[in-house]
């Protein structure tokens, strides 16, 4: 959290529009991959020279440009003049703090969402920029790091699987889109193994490492709340405005994609008040482990208490020479035993009572 | 909650309109029936062939074309080919973890909606899926599993009981609406009655299972929200869009659905508040068992401990002998007595402290 | 809450628009009761044959006809046939579950609106349905049972007070409503006493009874505003939505009647912020108690147990007679009196840090 | 909170439209005082008769009634009659329970809002209802009773300060209502003040009557968020909708006024989040001081129970010269110093243990 | 808080329009500072007489005449008129209790917006206002008092960087606000790294005072959220609303201005649930101490009640001489071993349980 907070601060005194890299340090080759298809071909490229893409995007046919790697901002830049993007748009793209927002331009429209991808080691969601700039003919995308949720898509372009070679850029930024939001599935189901791992543990064995473990959790599903609400936005908007670029035939998957996000939310909202439960089941099982203590507190003390004074009376000193009232039961034949069955009669009638309180 | 997630993740990687089952288990044989009616006749049959079903669909009369299982798909696509279904509906038809949604297609409406079922051994609600496909003169419905819900409605075209026959597909639609809508009201007189029972449970004994049991509930209720909410969306739609294949006539019975949606909607907000309050009630239950707990510890403890004081002064060794000061009470012909009277005296004050105390 | 859910779910299985009678079980006999007025005349009769009305509603008078008892059905589907009613405003009406809703149909509108009865003995709200039917020159009304609350308008309307007999049936519908609203009010005053009364046992003696009979308020703080809240929107529809036979000149006198429901709607929800602030009394006047018991037992235990140690110590029995350091004490001649002051200074100083802790 | 129902439920009876008072008992005389003034006199007179203000009205200066008292109803349908105001409009100017609300009529624009007092005593605030009737050239106010409040404006008039000489009855209605909303900030300092009272009371020495006192404040703040909250809606519309009578020159005046109703609600809520935060610290500081009890008591147990049993021990009986294994302790030289020697060093350990536990 | 409702109160018997500074008492000389650039030149100086600044306002060339200090309210007033400002905005320019808003008028735009100040000893955010007037050519700033954050903006004017000089005056306005907004970062990171200290407090050591802290840190996001949230408002219709003077240019850099508070109003949201889990956090850590004490002290009270009761047995005195069966086992030659072997026995069965009761 801080961390975002670290680097956006830090940006704060530039001028609006300045194209300055924030995010993780990352020390990888930027990679820029190339694919160029239509109907009948399908061009799959990685050492292309940026020079070299202009008269592909010209081209009617569509053509998809992957940038891997933000950190060297020139590239952003190179890619932001030769398409005439919007100083803003460039800043945004290398500024990996965005929240998912689309911003509709005259001649292209551009997308930032949140790829999520889970830490099995800490158990927590780390969140990734990808950014879409769909023109006409082109789509180009913006990730901080090379990573496998798009290798589907390029799969099925290339073996010209599905209808996706048969239609345009709208449906290719659908198609990634929808591939990033089922990566949201996927660590839903993580989170959700997680969830009855805590579980178990929480009525096994209830500790004060679960509780932060909960807290964790809860701290995650804000986060990721933080995530998915604008996402909802973004694709509520590409389902309902006329956005230029995006065909008719669209329309069904991005109402079908709009509903996949829902879903995400919906599993979100539900996680959170799984782990509000938890927190209470949390609260009144230590509460119910004090109750425990003060139960075999109370039944030690009163059970010995009772029994320790009747053995103080005993122990007392009265001189049973002097007078025949001080203390004539210590002189008594069977005074000894007598005293040790009262002992023992008040001890059962204190276990009747605390049984018959249920205690144990 | 998780295997929706398992199931849905599985399918992560597959390019969108691709028609998979996901979805539990089932290995039964699926059931098409076909059920043709107008105002005059009513055939109604479980074994054509799908073949046969066009010349059935295309004439005049009303057809209802019912699929009892989903987990064949290539009979969903068959049927979906037949009727030129867009290929992400029928990706939805089988795709068992849909949220309760309207598609509106120029041909064509489609619902998905979820069927509530009791499970009495664990005290929850099972979620079936049902889709309606509605078209001019043809109702299809795909159902998870062969379910009763509606026998009533078919036994009412059957039999032309009420106006069932005389009125269109979208009357149909509306019937199988309002019959699964219903079923709602079954499974939450269910809930109602393990609410009372747990209320009971609570009063007379609460345990920690009974906390258990009122946060499974709560959970149940998180669920059965989930599915109601979209549900009133559906319904809402239906009412108040303007959608081809619905006649005018059907706009009072449309409303009268939508009425009854609110009021599952409400049940299921009022049994969330009383769930919250049952929680409430058990937990303040745990701190006055721990309060009763802690008095008969302290009354126990506040009437010994001074009893027990005096027991030990007089079990002092001081000697007598060497001086008068030295524990004169020892000697004296009513000593012991006198101790003894200290002590009772002592208690009954303690008892009467704590009468006006009321502790007890 | 459970009762209505069982009644509902009988009905389930029944096609729309059946008119059962769903509800608490009556047996008085029901009676029809017509008013028939206008600027000049008023006649008043129950024994009217129900054959008799129709001249009336079709006469430029305006007539009220109200129905005590909805168990005979076949009273209200004559009354439905003859004044054209839709059936599922037939199967409406002998529903009691309904929730207050507003159907306008083309030559008619039909209202349902719930009426407060305050339970003296059990101290809850019970809610009766009535049901309005506005054509033109008519009004309908159907009640559970013959209630007082219309008595002031039907006197009104018999003594021709105020502007009621000079204006038509929206205006006798608003009078019905207006009533019906106050009765809202009465209630409220009695829920209001209730809590007064709850506010000192609170204060004066706290007790697990208290606690249950706060959440009983809270539930029925809960069943109260589930009906005013449609309550609300039924009335803001009246005044706002163009309804047929409802004329300009009521527009006013609705207005007053939607800031009137405004207002209980408020109080309720008044009611509930002060029902939850005797929870949080309530919980933390429990654990205050709690703090006193803890204080009691904490006071006694620090003040006897070191004195108890004292004591232990001089009865030990070590040898003065075998060694000078064995416990020479005993010998000494104020040795007694000694070892009493030592305990009278030990309790005097707990009593001093007790009374610095500010603990009595 | 119940007297305002008390009266409210007596009038339920009433037909609509009925002017009967509503509030307090007060017997002060009812003052009716009169300004009319334009920009270049201005008349001030308490002791017109009614009949006198008619042809005032009815010129075009601009005139100003005031009546202070609404319990001699006469008086106030004598003036309803003679500017023909509304049944209704005369009944809620005489009913003091109501929500504020802004009647636009065809002739007269009708008003009601609250005006706060803070009672020093009981550290409440009370409420007094302002009603304003603005109709071409007069602006006709109703108060509960004389207050300073509009003191301010008259003086304005009279000594022709500021622009309002200038204006119509419109700027004189908003200069009242910017009189009443800043009674709200006067009264919300008294608030603020009481508040800043109670937070030292919470940090120095919380006492169970602190919860209370914070408990009635947040009742208060509740009851204030209830009079404001349709306040900003009357104010909002005064501001949005196109009223008769309010000229275009007033709308940045209004829009002003709005802006501080926002502030006012503003106010009342953080102080609700306030108060919120004061009930936690206190149950929490209470939770704190029960952990003090529980440690000074675990402190003297667990230190003397050990000494004490140490002591039982050298206190048996056991007969050492029937046996040379029974006790020999207690003939040796330096027995007792080693007794009392362990005990010292028990005791400093457990004081260590205690120390490292940071128990004190 | 209370502080600004002193100043708030004090102004209430005004007429509305009149200038009186509310504000924190402040010396400082006023200085007037004017920056009047185009493409080609630009002009700094702080030494000119406001006479001068209207020729500058009224040539083509953007003006900039920022203010530092409001509390010399002659200055601000002689502006106001020169510009012909309103009364009321004059009055808002100078009563520094202003909620941020929008107004404009037919010949500018008046803004006022918040701009947070971080306190590093108190750990609290102050807030100071800055009120933007926006005329054709000319663009007026005032500020409580000189802050540097506009000095980046001031520097990009005169190095001539960016794109600042070849725009006009709407994007000066933009500039500074997005300087604002950028304070707003910086300010959360600040209250972030407080965030973090308290967190590593609250794990290691918690205490009171970290309750009060984070009850503290809980207000501040109160007063934040309350200052950013209007924020909001004005930035959305800035964006949306047709306002003159703004170009169409300036269009996607305002639609960045309104994502960046969208992002500052998450982060405090984000702030403000952290904040909330950490009271949870302490509490519950609180109650996890409390069952820790109670722990020891039930572990040491039912470990030596039972041993002090056996010693007590054989403290008794009963006459063994008198009779064999009293308390021959004080005879007995192992009869010391023998009991302090059950004394270890009892000990060890003690330990024994709790261990297997996991208590330590």
Redesign the interface.
Known sequence: ??EF??Q??E????????AVYVGKERAHVVEVRILDYNREKCNDSSDLELAEVQPLADSPSTTWLNVDGLHEVSIVEQIGKMFAL???TIE?IVNT???P?I?I?DDYVYLVVKMPLYNDELNTVEMEQVSLVLKENILITFQERKSSVFD?VRK?VSNN????RKMGGDYLA??LL??IV??Y??V??RV??Y??TLEVEL?D?PI?TT??KI?GL??EM??LR?SVWPLREVTSSLQRDEIPFISEGAS??L??LY?HV??VL??VE?FR??VS?M????????????????????I???L??????I?????????SE??P???P?????????F?LGIMVAVAFAMLFYFKK???F
């Open positions: 959290m801080l907070l670290k956006r601060s940006k704060a005194s530039l001028p609006p529009g300045s919007h100083p803003l945004d703090t965005q929240r927002k911003d331009f589907g099925r699987k599905g209808r996706i659908y198609a929808d591939a089922d990566s599935f996927n839903l189901e959700g193994e969830i009855e009525v064995n004060p509780l932060h807290h809860k701290r804000i986060l933080k069904p998957f109402k079908d509903d829902i879903q919906d599993t539900t008040d799984i439960g927190l209470d089941i949390y609260l009144s099982s230590m509460s119910n482990k004090m109750n425990e203590v003060m139960k075999v507190l109370t030690f003390a009163a010995f208490i009772p029994l320790t004074f053995a103080g009376i005993y122990g007392m000193n009265f001189n002097k007078s009232y001080n203390m039961e210590l002189d008594w034949i069977y005074g000894y035993p005293a309180k249920k205690w």
